[in-house]
């Protein structure tokens, strides 16, 4: 084995230190932003898409059930469900029939919703007229248009 020269050394050593502070500063940043998602709520969007063959009342079952069986979650702040406003822009989603928002205390809050036995009630209560669910999540403030005025 060839002997390292006192440049391939300080090269090491360059490479050695320069990955050490690298994983030092994402440990810390990874730090940072968990402690902070125990602070800032959490926003969990639901798109329902129904089967053809489901019924009118099936598809407001689940607006109901949505509502009622939310709500006293623990750690759900605020919920609302209602069916696609609208559809006739390029940029709107078009592949669901009913949107359910769900506004969580924490990241960690929805780990205990998901598994809450209301939730799983919903789950079981409209899973025949269920054709697919797709969810977006995500962390972050959330302002009023009141509080934005006396602010600004």
Same mark, same amino acid.
């Given at each position: 084995?060839?002997?390292?020269g006192l440049v391939?050394?300080?090269?090491?050593?360059?490479?050695? %230190?320069?990955?050490?502070?690298s994983f030092v500063?994402?440990?810390?940043?990874?730090?940072?932003?968990?402690?902070?998602?125990?602070?800032?709520?959490?926003?969990?969007?639901?798109?329902?898409?129904?089967?053809?063959?489901?019924?009118?009342?099936?598809?407001?079952?689940?607006?109901?059930?949505?509502?009622?069986?939310?709500?006293?979650?623990?750690?759900?702040?605020?919920?609302?469900?209602?069916?696609?406003?609208?559809?006739?822009?390029?940029?709107?989603?078009?592949?669901?029939?009913?949107?359910?928002?769900?506004?969580?205390?924490? %990241?960690?809050?929805?780990?205990?919703?998901?598994?809450?036995?209301?939730?799983?009630?919903?789950?079981?209560?409209?899973?025949?007229?269920?054709?697919?669910?797709?969810?977006?999540?995500f962390s972050g403030?959330?302002?009023?248009?009141?509080?934005?005025?006396?602010?600004?």
């Open positions: 084995m060839k002997r390292m391939d050394r300080a090269c090491w050593w360059l490479v050695m %230190v320069t990955a050490l502070y500063q994402v440990a810390a940043a990874d730090n940072h932003t968990n402690h902070n998602a125990r602070n800032v709520p959490l926003h969990h969007i639901v798109l329902v898409r129904f089967t053809e063959s489901s019924t009118k009342a099936q598809r407001q079952r689940i607006i109901e059930d949505s509502l009622n069986l939310l709500r006293t979650i623990p750690g759900v702040i605020a919920v609302a469900a209602g069916a696609k406003a609208r559809a006739d822009r390029a940029v709107h989603l078009s592949q669901y029939d009913v949107g359910i928002y769900v506004q969580l205390r924490n %990241v960690q809050a929805l780990d205990a919703y998901s598994a809450h036995p209301q939730h799983q009630q919903l789950l079981k209560n409209n899973q025949e007229a269920i054709a697919a669910i797709n969810v977006i999540d403030r959330f302002e009023t248009a009141a509080a934005a005025q006396e602010h600004p």
